[in-house]
């Protein structure tokens, strides 16, 4: 991973973009890392991972929820709650 300061990355604003789609560019301010470019398909793919961890967790959760004998709420009342019809 390339790191380089906010004034150099503004300097060569065309050469970060062009490093940054092939490798990921952390850019520094005072030392500080603050922001990374990215190819945008590696950040679509990383936020999809993410978002599918999520729903891995959550999914996890409610299996532990009812496992453990917490109440549910059935199909059809959720249905009837938020104003659905079930075909």
Do not use: C, F, Y
């Amino acid at each position: 991973m390339i790191r380089i300061p906010a004034t150099q990355a503004r300097q060569r604003w065309a050469q970060t973009m062009d490093s940054a789609r092939r490798n990921p560019v952390t850019i520094t301010d005072h030392g500080r890392e603050t922001v990374m470019v990215l190819d945008i398909e590696v950040a679509h793919r990383a936020l999809r991972a993410l978002e599918d961890a999520e729903d891995a967790a959550a999914a996890d959760a409610a299996a532990a929820a009812i496992e453990a004998g917490e109440d549910t709420v059935p199909l059809e009342d959720m249905a009837r709650e938020l104003g659905l019809k079930l075909e």
